[in-house]
């Protein structure tokens, strides 16, 4: 039946409109999507951050230069050391200096690629004591993004290139047998390893939600760990290669993989696949630093002040 709007009836548009069922509510994205585009988010603004800073870098080039020689140079006494001791002896722990030199050019490359991509994770501690993680937390972009980039310093690039330079020495005095599993394995440890020290840095900082200022802590597992895998698995204590073997996979990084390269008997005498191991290493280790720092940002109860 039509009715006038006008006189207090419904006309039939009204009627039809009062028993039509009511939308079905959107869809919820699917958690794959909603994870990619966090991940999207997160590049993002990781790439915006880094490139602010890279750009107030730029606009004072002689101090750049000379920052990166710094810390080319600052790097390079850690081999320097090396030479000194080999002044002295012809191997260590069974290894020859070239064998040594193509462990350190592995870890520094590794841990030069990690400190440059999100080395400034170790301030961590000190915003959360002071309260300036607050001002991340209420901008539109991931806070682990934003922690990652922050100061970005593209001088950190030396070590890498001290450690690219110590390589190529290594390479061109060592007597290696290249097959195709060598040679691809070189950029799948290096880019593991970048990986499993990249996850260290993310666990390290995601404790100091709850430590508040224990960067030296992280710098004892990166800086630390560092300086442990230039050096051959014989010369430490079996407990400490398996602690970083099985507990804080370190030995993923170029141990087990160096060991396949040159030949030499693996650490805990692991099969041969594990060479290989790496880069799925590197993607657990990240996995599960993300879930840590998941845990502690919600843990995160600011200052107080």
């Not at 980039?149 to 390589?167: I, M, S, T």
């Not at 390290?204 to 802590?217: I, K, L, R, Y």
């Not at 630390?224 to 407990?239: C, H, I, N, S």
Request: charged share 15%.
């Amino acid at each position: 039946m039509t009715g006038a709007g006008p006189h207090g009836r419904r006309t039939d548009e009204e009627t039809e409109a009062a028993v039509a069922p009511a939308p079905a509510p959107a869809p919820a994205p699917a958690p794959a999507l909603a994870s990619r585009s966090r991940l999207a988010d997160g590049l993002r603004a990781y790439r915006l951050i880094a490139g602010m800073w890279l750009r107030s870098t730029m606009a004072y080039r002689a101090s750049f230069l000379m920052t990166t020689f710094g810390n080319f140079a600052a790097t390079a006494l850690d081999f320097v050391a090396i030479l000194l001791m080999f002044s002295r002896v012809d191997a260590l722990g069974g290894y020859t200096l070239p064998e040594i030199a193509f462990l350190y050019g592995l870890t520094s490359i590794s841990f030069g690629l990690a400190d440059l991509a999100i080395g400034s994770m170790d301030r961590l501690g000190r915003r959360v004591r002071d309260g300036t993680l607050d001002t991340l937390l209420v901008r539109p972009a991931p806070v682990l993004a934003q922690v990652a980039a922050d100061r970005f310093a593209l001088r950190r690039l030396g070590r890498v290139v001290q450690g690219v330079l110590v390589l190529v020495y290594a390479l061109g005095s060592l007597d290696v047998h290249w097959t195709a599993p060598k040679v691809l394995l070189m950029p799948l440890m290096m880019l593991g390893g970048a990986a499993i020290f990249c996850a260290v840095f993310v666990a390290g900082a995601a404790f100091q939600f709850v430590a508040q200022d224990a960067s030296e802590v992280q710098n004892a597992f990166t800086y630390g760990g560092t300086t442990l895998l230039q050096y051959p698995p014989t010369v430490f204590a079996r407990e400490l290669v398996r602690g970083v073997t099985f507990v804080l996979p370190l030995a993923f990084v170029n141990w087990l993989p160096a060991s396949y390269v040159l030949g030499r008997p693996y650490p805990l005498a692991l099969p041969w696949w594990t060479a290989f191991a790496s880069p799925l290493v590197g993607v657990g280790c990240c996995a599960l630093a993300g879930l840590a720092w998941r845990v502690g940002l919600r843990s995160y109860r600011s200052t107080g002040s």
